[in-house]
């Protein structure tokens, strides 16, 4: 019984907030709609008028690049990552996602999300 309600907060040690907290705050601003169930089954973060976005902390950020090219597909949107960066040192992630993003000329664009 104390494992299952140590689960929960162990999901989310080391981070400030859990990622809901951040894909709330954004996509609200946003004017976008959350958890857009695709015709997959999958679900996308954030759809707005423009962008399919997946929102992500920084260490995700390889995984974020499949999952918004995928949800851009499903939408015919443009593919968007919302970066989570809740540390300083978590900015090596931000570098990394658009590096590759610009390597390949990958058609996603991106935001950094404190």
């Not at 981070?15 to 695709?38: F, I, L, S």
């Not at 931000?94 to 390597?103: D, E, G, P, S, Y």
Request: glycine fraction near 8%.
């Amino acid at each position: 019984m104390c494992v299952v309600l140590l689960l929960p907060h162990l999901a989310h040690a080391g981070r400030q907030h859990p990622e809901k907290y951040y894909q709330d705050k954004w996509c609200t601003e946003a004017n976008g709609r959350q958890n857009v169930r695709m015709p997959d089954g999958t679900r996308c973060d954030c759809l707005t008028t423009t962008h399919a976005v997946e929102l992500d902390f920084g260490s995700k950020w390889a995984e974020s690049i499949g999952q918004s090219l995928y949800y851009s597909l499903q939408t015919g949107q443009r593919a968007g990552v919302g970066l989570i960066l809740e540390r300083d040192a978590d900015y090596k992630y931000w570098l990394r996602l658009n590096t590759v993003i610009k390597q390949y000329n990958l058609p996603i664009d991106t935001w950094m999300i404190k």
